[in-house]
């Protein structure tokens, strides 16, 4: 369950932060407002670039912490610049490295609950938690975030979402 969560959670947030970087170079080279491009949108019933963000790092270390069972820090979901930004992926892979093994052994079988405002209480065991809802929605927003940049005109290619093998 750790090789499965953690690294993924750290390289997922890794290449988020490197295509966010590549945004704020494009915006400084074409002398867009930055903050402008913080609040691009795919559409317009859809979150903004720094929300994309927030909600990347959010399921990253709610997903290690209720995988080990433990209280995950909360963030004020403040940030209007991309250092902010930068700042916050740090802060969560700061907090993701503080896990190991031995912190998510069994969790495979933990049970864990989460509320939605949509859809309840939705109940899972670790395993389940992982695989159809964590990973998948980290990568929907990291996706998001880089449609976003992509869409912005950035150039980004499938290798800047990637990111290093290792």
Do not use: C, W
């Amino acid at each position: 369950m750790y090789q499965a969560s953690v690294p993924a959670f750290l390289r997922a947030l890794r290449n988020l932060r490197h295509i966010l970087e590549k945004g704020e170079a494009h915006a400084r080279e074409h002398g867009e407002d930055a903050g402008a491009l913080l609040q691009a949108r795919l559409y317009e019933d859809m979150f903004p670039l720094v929300r994309q963000v927030q909600l990347a790092t959010d399921t990253a270390k709610f997903g290690a912490a209720r995988l080990a069972g433990v209280e995950s820090p909360r963030f004020e979901d403040v940030e209007t610049t991309f250092e902010a930004l930068y700042a916050r992926l740090d802060a969560v892979a700061d907090y993701l490295r503080t896990f190991d093994e031995a912190a998510l052994l069994g969790s495979e079988t933990r049970a864990v609950t989460l509320s939605t405002r949509t859809r309840g209480d939705l109940q899972f065991d670790g395993r389940g938690y992982l695989l159809g809802f964590a990973l998948p929605n980290l990568f929907f927003h990291v996706t998001t975030a880089y449609a976003i940049l992509r869409h912005r005109g950035v150039p980004l290619g499938k290798l800047d979402y990637l990111g290093p093998a290792a």
